[in-house]
């Protein structure tokens, strides 16, 4: 009797053995299934927060993105005529579109790099041209020096103002706010008044300004 409850009392031991046995493998499983089930789950974030970005750099590029302008080209150009650019062009663009400069354009005059604005005139002058006709809204894109022309101090633009022998943008907005201030010039020796244009420079310039 005593060994028959002693088989029993092994059974039950091997049985406990096996059931734990069985509760740690069923642990391990568990694990491995959380384990992988995180790192499946993990790209689906990313992938999301990708999308997100994805979506902010698109509203970015459409918030930035350029606007049409049209620019009338005209002078030594092969095709003269309007164009429509976009407001990040350039002048070298505006003259590749007009299929580019004649052989006798002279590019010594020509700025280029200069960026183009709604309404802009382009003009190309051709060699041994004296100057080059000036924009009336300031923009034109090539400015000669000149001692044919008379500059009205009173309505000259920025532009024309540096048609002047010595006098170059910032002496010319000076100019046009003395001007403004003063209420006009009453005469050309006035200039003399602006700062930086003495007696010398007025020399030069007497012969070529009006009022």
């Avoid at 790192?39 to 997100?52: A, H, M, Q």
């Avoid at 894109?141 to 024309?160: G, H, R, Y």
Wanted: proline share 2%; charged share 20%.
């Amino acid at each position: 009797m005593l060994a028959i409850f002693e088989k029993a009392k092994e059974k039950i031991y091997d049985y406990k053995v096996w059931l734990l046995m069985g509760l740690v493998i069923l642990g391990i499983f568990v694990c491995y299934l959380t384990s992988h089930s995180t790192k499946e789950t993990v790209p689906s974030s990313i992938s999301s927060v990708s999308l997100g970005s994805s979506s902010a750099s698109s509203h970015y590029v459409a918030s930035t993105s350029s606007m049409v302008i049209i620019v009338d080209v005209k002078g030594a150009v092969k095709n003269p005529g309007v164009y429509n650019v976009t407001d990040k062009a350039r002048v070298q663009t505006a003259i590749t579109q007009a299929g580019g400069v004649l052989d006798n354009a002279d590019m010594n005059q020509v700025n280029l790099a200069q960026k183009l604005t709604d309404g802009q005139v382009i003009y190309i002058p051709l060699k041994g041209e004296q100057s080059a006709p000036i924009s009336s809204n300031n923009n034109a894109s090539s400015i000669a020096k000149t001692s044919d022309v008379m500059v009205n101090l009173n309505t000259a633009s920025l532009t024309e103002l540096q048609t002047l022998d010595g006098i170059g943008a910032k002496k010319a907005e000076q100019i046009i706010d003395y001007r403004e201030e003063r209420g006009g010039f009453k005469s050309i020796e006035e200039i003399k008044e602006v700062s930086g244009i003495g007696e010398k420079r007025f020399e030069k310039l007497k012969d070529k300004v009006t009022i």
